[in-house]
C-alpha cells in the first residue's frame, strides 16, 4: 500500500473518532460486519445461523430465488390450473415427464422447495425488520446527537465571524431550523438539528409491505376458489359447487366459504364490426343479469361486460365467453317429444363456428317399442355462405345460420357410472343410422327444417328458435385487497427511501479569544450528495442575514466563507 492510501485511511479513522456520535449511522440498519465462525454447541451455531438468515444479502437473494423459482411455474404446464395440459405434456415428453414429477414442476407453488423459500424469506424479512423498527422508534424518541468536536471534519462546513452574542445566534439558528421542520434543540454550546427521517420510515415501510404481499399471496392462494360456468339465456345459476362445470380451490378452502348468490341470465348481446379490414372483430359483449345474495336477498338487476365483473362481497363474477345454443326437438317414431331444449355448441374459431352433441337419454323408444337412447354430433355455423364452398362461418352473428347434423342410437354409455363430457359422443355402443344407399345419415337445416330418421325412428327438428350462451368465471380470493394496499405501501415506502436523504446540520457559536463571536456551521448527510452543503448555503445565507459578518482584524471587508472539508464534493 502506498503511503498517500495509507494517510487517507488513518485520515478517515481520524474522521470518525472526531465525529463521536454525531457521525452515527444515518439508518437503521445493522451494520455489515464479516462473521465470526460460530462458537460450539447448538446455541452458537443457532445464533450464526439466525444472523446469516436475517442479514440484508440473504434477503435479496431469498427474494432473487422466489423470482427464479416462480419462471417454471409461467412456462411447464401447472396441475392446479390446466391438468389436462398436464397429461399431454407427459404423453409428449415420456422422458422429461418423470423429472419434472420428482421435481415438483407441476405444481411449483405448492412445492417443498418453493414453499421452503417462501418460508425462509417471510423469517428473514420479519427478522430484519423488527430490529430496525425498535432501533427507529428509539430513534424517533431522542434528540440529534451533540455537534462534534471539531466541525470542520464534515463533508460541508462553513463560518464567518460575528458582532452577535453567542446566545442571540444560537437561537436564530434554533428558530430557523424549526421552520424548515428539522427537529433541533440547544446542546451546549451549539444548535444539534436532523431531518429526513421519512426515508427511515419509507425504508422500514418497504419491507413491511413486502410482508403484506407475502401474506396476502399466500392468503389467497390457500383459500382461493375459481370456477366456471355456462349458463343459456332463460336459465340461472346458483353459487354451488354442484352446479360449476369447473372448479378449483386452494387447499383450505371449504364448500361454506362460497358467498351465496345466485343469477339468472336475461339476454346476451354481442355486436361486431360489419365492415373494413377489421370486419367480424366484437366490439361489445354483454349479459343482462337478475342477481340476488343470500337465500332471501333483494333481485337486482345488472350488465356484466368484458373486464366488467359483478362484485358481490367477496366474489367476482367475469364474462369470459359466449355462444349459440340451437333450440331442437326431438320425436319418437309416433311423434311424441322426448326431447326439447337449448344445446349448446362450443366455438371452433373467430367466427363461431361450433360443434357439439344432443343426447336423448330418456324417454325414447324405437319402431319396435324397445328403449333405446339417440345421440347427434351438431355442427353449427351462424352465417353460412354458399359461395365460399366450405362448411365454416363467414361472419359472427347471426346472418345464415346452419346446422348439419347426424344421428346414432343404442347405448350412449352414461348409465356405466364413467364421467363423460356433454360436448363429446361415445360410439362404442352406437350405431349410425343410414340413408337409401347405406351412407352415414346427415342433413344440413335451416331453422325450421326437420331430419326424419329411417324405418320410423323418429325426427330431429332445428327450431327457429336460437339462443346464446355466456360462459361466466366465479372468483373468490382473499387477500387482494390487502395485495394492492402492499403493493402501493411498497411503491411509495421504496420512492421515499430513494429519493429523501436524512441529514443533520449544527450550529456553533461561541466568543472568540479577540471577543467576536466565531459561528461554525456544518452539515452531514448519509452518503456523499450536492444537496447538503446546497442546503448548508442556503442556511448559512440567512442566518449571515441576522447575525451579519464582522470586519476582520486586519482587514476592512467584511465576508463569509464556505470551506468544505477535505473530501467533501466541491
Known amino acids: 500500500m502506498s503511503t498517500t492510501e495509507t494517510d487517507k485511511s488513518r485520515d478517515q479513522e481520524d474522521r470518525q473518532e472526531d465525529l463521536g456520535a454525531a457521525g452515527s449511522q444515518l439508518s437503521t440498519a445493522p451494520a455489515e460486519e464479516l462473521s465470526a465462525a460460530p462458537g460450539l454447541g447448538v446455541i452458537g451455531w443457532a445464533r450464526w445461523f439466525w444472523r446469516q438468515l436475517t442479514s440484508m444479502r440473504v434477503a435479496l437473494l431469498l427474494l432473487l430465488l422466489l423470482s427464479l423459482g416462480a419462471i417454471p411455474g409461467s412456462l411447464i404446464p401447472q396441475a392446479g390450473a390446466d391438468l389436462n395440459k398436464v397429461d399431454d405434456f407427459r404423453k409428449a415428453h415420456k422422458t422429461l415427464a418423470p423429472v419434472y414429477d420428482k421435481l415438483g414442476l407441476?405444481?411449483?407453488?405448492?412445492s417443498v422447495w418453493f414453499s421452503a423459500i417462501y418460508i425462509l424469506l417471510f423469517v428473514s424479512l420479519i427478522g430484519c425488520i423488527v430490529p430496525r423498527t425498535w432501533q427507529f422508534v428509539g430513534q424517533l424518541r431522542g434528540r440529534p446527537p451533540a455537534a462534534p468536536k471539531r466541525l470542520t471534519r464534515l463533508p460541508a462546513y462553513t463560518t464567518w465571524r460575528t458582532t452577535a452574542e453567542?446566545?442571540?445566534?444560537?437561537?436564530?439558528?434554533?428558530?430557523?431550523?424549526k421552520k424548515r421542520r428539522f427537529r433541533a434543540h440547544v446542546a451546549g454550546d451549539a444548535v444539534a438539528a436532523e431531518k429526513g427521517y421519512l426515508r427511515e420510515l419509507g425504508n422500514l415501510a418497504f419491507h413491511i409491505a413486502l410482508i403484506v404481499l407475502l401474506t396476502a399471496f399466500a392468503w389467497g392462494q390457500l383459500f382461493k376458489s375459481d370456477g366456471t360456468k355456462l349458463v343459456v339465456e332463460g336459465d340461472g345459476f346458483s353459487n354451488s359447487i354442484l352446479q360449476y362445470d369447473d372448479f378449483k380451490s386452494g387447499s383450505l378452502f371449504q364448500n361454506d366459504d362460497l358467498v351465496p348468490f345466485s343469477f339468472d341470465l336475461k339476454d346476451f348481446k354481442g355486436t361486431y364490426e360489419v365492415t373494413g379490414p377489421n370486419r367480424g372483430t366484437p366490439r361489445t359483449f354483454e349479459a343482462k343479469l337478475d342477481y340476488s345474495q343470500g337465500a332471501y336477498g333483494k333481485e337486482k338487476s345488472t350488465t356484466i361486460k368484458v373486464n366488467e365483473p359483478l362484485h358481490i362481497g367477496d366474489?367476482?363474477?367475469?364474462?369470459?365467453?359466449?355462444?349459440?345454443?340451437?333450440?331442437?326437438?326431438?320425436?319418437?317414431?309416433?311423434?311424441?317429444?322426448?326431447?326439447r331444449d337449448a344445446v349448446p355448441l362450443l366455438p371452433l374459431d373467430g367466427n363461431v363456428t361450433s360443434n357439439g352433441v344432443v343426447k336423448v337419454m330418456d324417454g325414447y323408444r324405437n319402431a319396435q317399442g324397445h328403449k333405446e337412447?339417440?345421440?347427434?354430433?351438431?355442427?353449427?355455423v351462424p352465417t353460412f355462405d354458399p359461395k365460399a364452398g366450405t362448411m365454416l362461418s363467414q361472419f359472427p352473428a347471426l346472418v345464415n345460420p346452419l346446422l348439419a347434423v347426424n344421428a346414432y342410437h343404442g347405448d350412449l354409455g352414461v348409465d356405466a357410472g364413467i364421467p363423460q363430457s356433454v360436448y363429446q359422443l361415445d360410439k362404442t355402443h352406437m350405431k349410425a343410422f343410414k340413408d337409401g344407399k347405406g351412407q352415414l345419415l346427415k342433413k344440413l337445416l335451416q331453422p325450421g327444417d326437420t331430419l326424419t330418421l329411417p324405418n320410423g325412428a323418429g325426427s330431429i327438428t332445428f327450431e327457429k328458435d336460437i339462443k346464446e350462451w355466456?360462459?361466466?368465471?366465479?372468483?373468490?380470493?382473499?387477500?387482494?385487497?390487502?395485495?394492492?394496499?402492499?403493493a402501493l405501501a411498497a411503491i411509495f415506502g421504496l420512492a421515499a427511501s430513494l429519493f429523501i436523504q436524512r441529514r443533520r446540520v449544527w450550529v456553533r457559536a461561541v466568543r472568540g479569544a479577540d471577543g467576536v463571536t466565531v459561528v461554525e456551521m456544518a452539515g452531514l448527510g448519509r452518503s456523499e450528495s450536492a444537496k447538503v452543503p446546497e442546503e448548508l448555503g442556503d442556511l448559512a445565507g440567512i442566518l449571515y442575514d441576522q447575525a451579519p459578518g464582522a470586519t476582520e482584524p486586519d482587514d476592512d471587508s467584511t465576508e463569509s466563507s464556505v470551506v468544505p472539508a477535505e473530501g467533501a464534493e466541491k
Request: charged letters at 10%; a neutral charge.
Open 106 to 110: 407441476f405444481h411449483v407453488y405448492s
Open 166 to 177: 453567542p446566545e442571540q445566534v444560537r437561537e436564530a439558528a434554533l428558530a430557523l431550523l
Open 470 to 486: 355466456a360462459g361466466f368465471e366465479v372468483v373468490q380470493q382473499p387477500g387482494s385487497g390487502w395485495a394492492l394496499g402492499g
Open 315 to 339: 366474489a367476482k363474477v367475469y364474462l369470459v365467453s359466449h355462444g349459440y345454443a340451437p333450440v331442437v326437438t326431438v320425436r319418437d317414431g309416433k311423434g311424441n317429444v322426448v326431447y
Open 373 to 380: 337412447q339417440l345421440g347427434f354430433q351438431a355442427f353449427f
